[in-house]
């Protein structure tokens, strides 16, 4: 562990995210914390990447990366393709040729189905959010998912309360005989990460981030996740890591503060 170097939450779990995608690998990337990640592995060890937005904006070089939405035109700037909804999600997503689809989430299960429609409360009320937009698009046809949420016991859920983009379904090998490619690899949160186990499809602890215990991961669990013998500590972020994110990707906290 680093204890020496001073990052937030948000700044490990963006580094985190940025680690899990290679270079030369063809990516598409939701709202929020994924698109810091995105550039911040653009911007170290995976300068051939290639960084798709499901609204049709391939590889930009931004003016601005910290946006309040991908549809502002600072995000665009110097992209060598702008096309649509339709070309993106049809003639590049399901035709199976994005390596990665980095996802955020509002709720998500024990097998990584995600939620990003409503909620409901004890009472019955509901609480609509912003739905799927390419997500479930990205969750079903990317060959593998990085999902990205906060650790809280209501968004780390049993069973999600709507299901927007599709998981491992019930576990074992559903994804597979509905003819669904890929699934999701990691979940990042900012107290754990977790990938799946291969037979069961049900999420594993891989670390837990410096200065966080084991109890406190699975206190804020509404189900508890397989947990190997021997977990490590999550690798800090870096000096350069921290700096990209606070000087170039996200100055004015549009991410970080969300």
């Given at each position: ?79 060598t ?12 997503l ?69 299901l ?37 499809k ?12 084991l ?44």
């Amino acid at each position: 562990m680093n204890n020496e170097l001073d990052y937030s939450p948000f700044e490990l779990m963006a580094a985190a995210g940025a680690r899990e995608l290679k270079n030369g690998e063809i990516v598409g990337v939701g709202l929020g914390l994924p698109v810091v990640s995105a550039f911040l592995a653009k911007r170290t060890h995976a300068p051939h990447m290639t960084i798709l937005f499901e609204l049709g904006v391939v590889d930009p070089e931004p003016v601005v990366v910290g946006v309040h939405g991908l549809s502002d035109p600072r995000i665009w700037y110097r992209a060598t393709i702008h096309t649509s909804f339709a070309d993106m999600l049809g003639s590049v997503l399901h035709k199976g040729l994005i390596d990665v689809g980095f996802l955020g989430a509002l709720e998500i299960d024990m097998y990584g189905n995600i939620n990003t429609t409503l909620l409901g409360d004890k009472n019955g009320k509901f609480r609509r959010f912003t739905g799927s937009g390419g997500g479930n698009d990205i969750a079903s046809n990317a060959k593998r998912t990085v999902i990205t949420i906060r650790h809280e016991a209501r968004k780390l859920n049993e069973t999600v309360c709507f299901l927007t983009n599709p998981g491992y379904l019930g576990g074992g090998d559903q994804r597979e005989k509905l003819g669904l490619r890929g699934g999701p690899s990691r979940v990042i949160t900012d107290k754990a990460i977790f990938d799946f186990e291969p037979e069961s499809k049900r999420m594993r602890l891989v670390s837990i981030h410096p200065n966080t215990t084991l109890d406190d991961v699975l206190a804020n669990m509404s189900f508890k996740p397989i947990v190997p013998a021997n977990l490590p500590f999550t690798e800090p972020p870096t000096a350069e890591h921290v700096r990209l994110i606070r000087d170039e990707i996200d100055p004015n906290k549009d991410y970080a503060g969300g």
